[in-house]
Nanobody, 128 residues
Framework: QVQLVESGGGLVQAGDSLKLSCVASGDNFYSYSMGWFRQVPGKEREFVALIAWSSGTTYYEDSVKGRFTISRDNTKNTVYLQMHSLKPEDTAVYYC?????????????????????WGQGTQVTVSS
């Protein structure tokens, strides 16, 4: 049973940076694409970023492009989300997730049901 554990959240000021980490237990981490989502109370969980398992190609939600960077270290079974120029609207619980599909096509990678394993989340709060 694969488990995902996020860390790195916290309280920061607008304009600050923060780096989230997600460590995966189990084998074959390198063969899965990994994503980050976020959720605020009363709203649906939304896609933030994805990194493909084979090519390392990255995908981002429009509002974070140019500010967030997703990366991975397969030797450490870890996926990261580096966040710069944080805004109050980035405040949310951030979740990492394992993409269940083998290949990425269209915009299906933005859909929650395409992910089969989720972490418990880490809170990011950005004050103005």
């Amino acid at each position: 049973q694969v488990q995902l554990v996020e860390s790195g959240g916290g309280l920061v000021q607008a304009g600050d940076s923060l780096k989230l980490s997600c460590v995966a237990s189990g084998d074959n981490f390198y063969s899965y694409s990994m994503g980050w989502f976020r959720q605020v109370p009363g709203k649906e969980r939304e896609f933030v970023a994805l990194i493909a398992w084979s090519s390392g190609t990255t995908y981002y939600e429009d509002s974070v492009k140019g500010r967030f960077t997703i990366s991975r270290d397969n030797t450490k079974n870890t996926v990261y989300l580096q966040m710069h120029s944080l805004k109050p609207e980035d405040t949310a619980v951030y979740y990492c997730a394992r993409y269940s599909g083998r290949y990425i096509s269209g915009n299906y990678y933005k859909e929650l049901q395409k992910y089969d394993t989720w972490g418990q989340g880490t809170q990011v709060t950005v004050s103005s």
